[in-house]
């Protein structure tokens, strides 16, 4: 079978695996789908499409098991939430579980001596009940965690496996028991009534059921299937559920740098600096959740998406067919890590227990290589720059120009992808929200401005600004509205923008260089300073949409007021009164008894055909959301 020759990892989770066949395959962003497309045959056509088989993970063929294995290890090593279809998993990976393990604790470190936790310069946080580590590099920027995590299942598995250990509210320990007793009573009573004719007969040994794991069907109803899972996370970006653990093992460092400092105030003082070295774990709860699998099935498969990314295959091209940012890329035994927000990263891990970083205002342009010397043990530090990188040297594991020349083409990629309009209207099927269908991960448009002579200005709530200008120039940026800002915003969102000229070109141009393009900037850069020194930007949530546009629970509220509205008004009298009056004019005396009102037949008319229009409205939103 052919080994892998690139592993990426995108944005909303998706993988796409390259093999050195030329095979490809695509993963969805749940997990739950593949796409294998074989390698062209060398005496095929060059016309002739490649071969593609498309199929679910949890069904997924024995050819394709070990690939699929390896791709979703790899996945779920970078995803926030694994995907563990129990059909793949090998049987040695599994566990057999009598309870659920939702949430660890994890040690005191008012009690435990965390210095014996550190191990040849790396540090290991163990939770109590021993279902959950945390391993921190000597580098103290990267850490590997790994947990006990329940495989993948479905809504009924999971509705069966409530019901059978949480009825009553009794553990799982306990309907083991019950469900033991209840088996030795039937059998019991078919050996009484069968006594007189199985008197001779020799006593036979229990059998021994077991399913297509070879998991006894008696632990199946009251026991529930785990695997280890094992998840990498940069100290800069980490999902909450590791923060506490993770300062603990920070703090190792700490105490290991301080300790004679600590022995000697004990000795003098006879107090203890503990107390104070401990006030940041203490502010937190020792208790985590440990992340949940996926479903087994996806909610919105439509969303799948089944193109390779041209980008790999060729770099020049101008155009690919992937709308996704790049998470993780895996070549040739190097890993490239990519942190979006606001503050950009990149991570370069060659293998050597050494690793390259760029971010803040030296992000694309300038990389810090941090080592370990072997033999002094010293942290190291080097500063390389794009412009004037190193000649390769002799014998030497990896090149230090190539890997930083292919990790400043996949940032460039990303900020193409990212300033691209098409980036902002792709949904995710694991991140979508079933009652909205996905309208909450759209941006909205928050303000809009038009300058005369100049151009026009549109703002997206993802920070996306757009700006077309009389000549034909457009640019695409992205801006920070959440603070005022008296300085240009190099590289805190995206340190470049994109220009597109009149007849289609495309250049993507940085923002502290902008060259011939300096009046365009320049001018789009005062329009956002201008919007955040007047805060007319608009705040925007996720939530305000799914709630106030597209629940139901706020459009039948509307319904209500507006019905209230309706019996404590006096429209149908009016209305009434207007039938009742031939010149269709209705008279009514206001609240002071000084002055008259004359409504008119059409007024009341027009107001009736606009209410019973809002009601359609609302009616046929709430028929289609109820689908």
Sequence with gaps: MAAESLMVLYGDDSVEVHYAGGSRLLLSPCGCEYLYEAAHPAAAHPLRPAETTRQRVAFAVSAYR?????ALDFR???????????????????????????????????????????????????????????????????????????????????????????????????????????QTRIENKKNEQGCSEDKYREPTKPKDYKDGDGVPLFYTNCSSEYTWVTQCWSVSFYPEEWKYPLSLALMCYNLQTVENVMKTCEENSHTSMEGDVLIYPKTHETVSHLPTALPLSCRAPHLHRWM????????????YSCSQLIQIVWCQGVFYRFIH?????????????????????????????YAIQKRTKKREEKMYSVNTLPPDVPGSPYSISSIITQATRILQYCYKTKLSLTHNYYLCCRK??????????????????????????????????????????????????????????????VGWCKLTTPDGVQQLIQIS?????????????????????????PEYTANSVTEEYWSAEAELEKIQRFNFLLDHSNVLERTSAAKTNPSGITVRRTENGSKLEEIGEGCVLEALEKTSKVIQDIESLLAASGK
């Excluded at 793949?88 to 659920?100: C, T």
């Excluded at 604790?105 to 009940?129: H, N, Y």
């Excluded at 390779?308 to 155009?319: I, L, Y």
């Excluded at 060659?350 to 990389?367: H, I, T």
């Design 76 to 182: 779920n090593k970078f995803s926030s939430r694994p995907y563990l279809p129990s059909h793949v998993i090998p049987p040695e990976r599994k566990k057999i579980i009598f309870s659920d393990i939702l949430e660890i604790r994890w040690p005191d470190p008012a009690s435990v001596d965390l210095t014996s936790c550190i191990e040849d310069g790396s540090v290991k946080i163990s939770s109590i009940d021993g279902y959950a580590h945390l391993y921190l590099s000597k580098l103290q920027q990267e850490f590997t965690v790994e947990f006990l995590c329940k495989v993948s299942q479905s809504s009924s598995q999971k509705n069966s496996n409530y019901q059978t250990g949480y009825q009553y509210g009794k553990s799982s320990k306990d309907s083991v028991a019950e469900m033991s007793l209840k």
């Design 308 to 319: 390779f990314c041209g980008f790999f295959q060729n770099q020049d091209a101008e155009q």
């Design 432 to 493: 979508m929200v079933p009652e909205t269908d996905g309208r909450e991960m759209l941006p909205i448009l928050l303000y809009e401005n038009v300058i005369p002579s100049i151009g026009r200005l549109i703002v997206y709530s993802d920070c996306k600004v757009y700006a077309a200008f009389w000549d034909g120039m457009t640019l695409n940026m992205v801006w920070d509205f959440s603070s005022s800002c008296n300085k240009i915003q190099v590289n805190e969102d």
């Design 66 to 70: 070990e690939q699929l294995l390896r």
């Design 341 to 369: 927000g606001r503050t950009n990263i990149i991570e370069i891990y060659p293998g050597d227990d050494s690793f390259f970083k760029s971010e803040g205002a030296f992000l694309g342009n300038y990389f810090v290589h």
């Design 513 to 537: 260089h902008p060259g011939l393009y300096e009046r365009y900037i320049k001018t789009a850069i005062e329009w956002c300073r201008s919007l955040n020194e007047v805060k007319e930007i």
